[in-house]
Nanobody, 123 residues
Framework: VQLVESGGGLVQAGGSLRLSCAAS????????MGWFRQAPGKEREFVAV????????RYADSVKGRFTISRDNAKNTVYLQMNSLKPEDTAVYYC?????????????????WGRGTQVTVST
């Protein structure tokens, strides 16, 4: 499975961005697709995850009500709509695939990762 993120950039606080993650190669019908982020000097942290099969979702408390994860099965693409962005959302955002299809938040359970896309939120 290959994952390619796009859509990052520089935005002012309060603004919005939509990230995309295009999946190619071997896919798994039960896969869960997650978004993680890593700020400089910090550990990679869970943001959101969605099930390919039934669309169930799970979010980190820090982004609930501001971020929305969705998927387009026909395009093999997962999205992360980010609204009301804050400077503390600044990080490299990574897309990842959990082939067990569980809505987990730990990085070790995700087998496949993209290279990331930078999101910078200015004050």
């Amino acid at each position: 499975v290959q994952l390619v993120e796009s859509g990052g950039g520089l935005v002012q606080a309060g603004g919005s961005l939509r990230l995309s993650c295009a999946a190619s190669g071997r896919t798994f019908s039960r896969t869960a697709m997650g978004w993680f982020r890593q700020a400089p000097g910090k550990e990679r942290e869970f943001v959101a995850v969605i099930s390919w099969s039934d669309g169930n979702t799970r979010y980190a408390d820090s982004v609930k009500g501001r971020f929305t994860i969705s998927r387009d099965n026909a395009k093999n693409t997962v999205y992360l709509q980010m609204n009301s962005l804050k400077p503390e959302d600044t990080a490299v955002y990574y897309c990842a695939a959990d082939v067990d299809g569980l809505l987990r938040s730990t990085t070790s359970t995700y087998r496949f990762w993209g290279r990331g896309t930078q999101v910078t939120v200015s004050t």
